[in-house]
């Protein structure tokens, strides 16, 4: 909304002076209540999307398959000549009154998507299991029902969450091989942390999972994500490649390699986004579009970007005042850029 109360949305339909009528005729009738923006080019509406300048944006129903039903807290509506009675979808052909009804039912919605986010570290000592906990930590501050999944080669979290449970991923896993309730298994194996994530410990990797096979992972990742349980899952991982590992990349909406700009470091990533090109010619198609870089640690004078300008940067974390890992991602949970991630 804006300052005075108004819904804004954005309006791009393939017929221009469809959306020239919508929004003159809709503003027309409801212009205190809507702040309404005619969009006649794609790159426009994405600018838009990105930049979150409205609470909502309409689209014609070919683009369904594009514009998933909510851009971050963006609401997308669908304008379709045949409504199927799905969420979203306005008809277009209607009076204004009952477009401004089905306008306020798609502000009305709530995002109940499950989005997953794999944190994967091009180098060591990058910081990727600070970065990973912080966004984990940070979503937590905002009410949201978050998993955290260690699956890095340095097995045991407990330096940053602090959970009693002695059970953890391997043994959820092999409850799935066994063929058990996925349910109880999954919440005998949780902990929860104070700052109030829920995660799952691995202290047997990366070994454990290098034994997984792609079932397991993708009765596990399948069972997240249907479940809904938790909105938001972070994967954490160094780049160990393993089953476990592909099947979270795979499975994830965001990739954040964490890169600290050194020549190792970049060298590292150099590595992963030439593997990555590789296996989207197989099975994992799209890894490379939804790969982005996060800087930690970069160091001002001597920190080097990787030049590839196809690579999104979701920003960088400059050097912080030295830390133990707990303080360190409660330091690191405080920053804004971690919003760009899922934006």
């Known amino acids: 909304m804006d300052k005075m109360g108004q819904t804004r949305i954005a309006v791009y339909d393939l017929n221009t002076a469809y959306t020239e009528r919508f ?12 702040a309404l923006t005619p969009v006649y080019d794609r790159a426009e509406l994405d600018r838009i999307l990105a930049e979150r300048e409205v609470n909502a944006v309409l689209v014609t129903d070919e683009l369904k398959g594009v514009y998933p039903p909510f851009v971050g807290d963006v609401h997308v509506g669908y304008l379709t000549e045949r409504p199927t009675g799905e969420p979203g979808e306005i008809f277009r052909y209607q009076n204004l009154r009952s477009l401004y009804a089905d306008l306020e039912k798609l502000m009305e919605q709530q995002d109940t998507s499950v989005k997953i986010v794999a944190f994967i570290g091009t180098a060591a000592s990058v910081g990727t299991s600070a970065a990973a906990a912080a966004y984990a930590q940070r979503l937590a501050a905002r009410e949201q029902d ?34 058990r309730d996925l349910e109880s298994a999954l919440g005998a194996a949780l902990n929860r942390d104070l700052s109030g994530v829920y995660f799952l410990d691995n202290v047997d990797a990366p070994l454990g999972l290098m034994d997984s096979t792609k079932e397991q992972m993708d009765v596990f990742f399948r069972y997240l994500t249907e479940n809904r349980r938790f909105r ?14 592909l099947s979270a ?11 600290d700009g050194t020549y190792t470091s970049n060298l ?19 890894l490379m579009k939804k790969t982005s870089i996060l800087y930690n640690r970069f160091h001002k004078q001597y ?41």
């Not at 929004?23 to 809507?34: P, T």
Request: contains cysteine; glycine residues 10%; hydrophobic residues 45%.
């Open 249 to 259: 990349l795979a499975a994830a909406d965001r990739i954040v390699a964490v890169d």
């Open 23 to 34: 929004c003159r005729y809709m503003s027309g009738r409801f212009g205190q209540e809507l």
């Open 146 to 179: 978050v998993l955290y999944v260690n699956m890095s080669a340095l097995g045991d979290i407990s330096s940053i969450f602090q959970g009693g449970n002695q059970k953890d991923l391997q043994y959820l896993l092999g409850e799935i091989q066994a063929g």
């Open 268 to 286: 590292g990533f150099h590595k992963i986004w030439t593997l990555f090109g590789q296996l989207e010619e197989s099975e994992f198609a799209g």
């Open 232 to 245: 938001r899952i972070v994967i954490d991982s160094s780049f160990s490649v393993n089953r476990g590992l």
């Open 303 to 343: 920190g080097k970007r990787y030049e590839n300008t196809e690579i999104e940067v979701v920003g960088t974390i400059d050097m912080l005042p030295p830390a133990g890992p707990v303080q360190m991602a409660a330091q690191m949970a405080e920053l804004e850029v971690f919003d760009e991630i899922l934006r």
